[in-house]
């Protein structure tokens, strides 16, 4: 049983769950015609397969290079190493990719190299560009809207602005949580030579940087949210109004909210609770496409 409670912890189980949730609501919601039974087609399912499996060996091998870091920064959460052993942790990790790499390539071409590049930038981001100036950060933000920006591939008649839109905001509120994580784990960092943007301009600069980033951000969701009447085909005319108001009061309120706590957070607690608020934040926004079927 610690085993399997480990295993689940290594592969973020829950992160794993709110992906799979992700990509079934964008699909289904993104695509004007489907119906809750087109969820259940085996090729639909074999795609959240590969993406599940490809994130759960990026959680794998991230955690697989960070033994010495995080027994700094979390000491009670490490496992591999204590409960799973680094061998078995690195032979997980080649048997998702494997699956993932086969289960991609039966879909399409085009899966099957997304999936693939998405796999050599989780190996190169836990090697290499965690600890680098930014570059991290990035490409975490780039592999969340991957989530959603694979779903054109495997069906053409998905609405690409919406796409466009909630993959953006993927990648937007995953950078600005990825940055708070650094100031959160500036300690442990500092001592294994990173790079990151904390330990590089300093908490304070690090906060300057967050805050412009929540702000262009909520001006860019403030705008789509009064444009999108005309380029969202709601089904009823209630779906406009309520859709404003959702995006405004459950979205766009809470970041500017946050810029507040930005100014205020100083110590690591402080940057604990915004990662989990920004998690909320991103979760609040990709839920808001329900309404676009109702």
């Known amino acids: ?13 829950n992160n794993l769950i709110i992906m799979l949730v992700t990509l079934a609501i ?34 794998i091998i991230n955690d697989y290079h960070d033994i010495n870091i995080d027994l700094t920064n979390k000491p009670n959460k490490v496992v ?6 680094r061998r078995w942790a690195m032979l997980l990790h080649f048997i998702f990719n494997g699956l993932a790499f086969l289960g991609g390539f039966y879909l399409s071409g085009y899966i099957g190299l997304m999936v693939v590049v998405c796999m050599v930038m989780l190996w190169l981001y836990s090697v290499h560009f965690k600890k680098q100036f930014l570059s991290g950060n990035l490409l975490v933000g ?46 442990g960092d500092s001592k294994f030579n990173c790079k990151t943007l904390p330990i590089v301009l300093g908490v304070r600069k690090t906060k300057k940087v967050l805050i412009g980033l929540v702000l262009i951000y909520t001006i ?27 995006m405004l009061l459950f979205v766009v309120v809470p970041l500017i909210v946050t810029t507040y706590l930005l100014l205020k957070a100083d110590v690591k607690s402080d940057f604990s609770r915004l990662s989990a608020l920004y998690k909320v934040i991103m979760l609040s926004g990709l839920l808001s496409m329900v309404i676009i079927k109702l």
């Not at 004007?32 to 399912?45: A, G, N």
């Not at 591999?80 to 052993?85: A, L, R, T």
């Open 1 to 13: 049983m610690q085993k399997l409670f480990a295993f689940l912890q290594i592969t973020r189980a």
């Open 26 to 59: 964008s699909y289904y919601c993104l695509t004007d015609y489907l119906t809750p039974e087109d969820l259940l087609q085996p090729r639909f399912l074999l795609l959240c397969a590969c993406v599940i499996l490809t994130a759960a060996a990026g959680y």
């Open 80 to 85: 591999i190493g204590k409960i799973i052993s």
């Open 142 to 187: 780039a592999l969340s809207a991957f989530v959603i920006a694979i779903l054109p591939l495997f069906n053409q008649q998905i609405s690409s602005y919406l796409v466009w839109v909630y993959a953006l905001f993927a990648f937007g509120i995953s950078l600005i949580r990825e940055i708070v994580k650094d100031a959160e784990d500036l300690r």
């Open 220 to 246: 860019l969701l403030f705008t789509h949210t009064f444009i999108a009447n005309s380029l969202i085909p709601f089904r009823h005319s209630y779906g406009q109004i309520f859709y404003t108001f959702y």
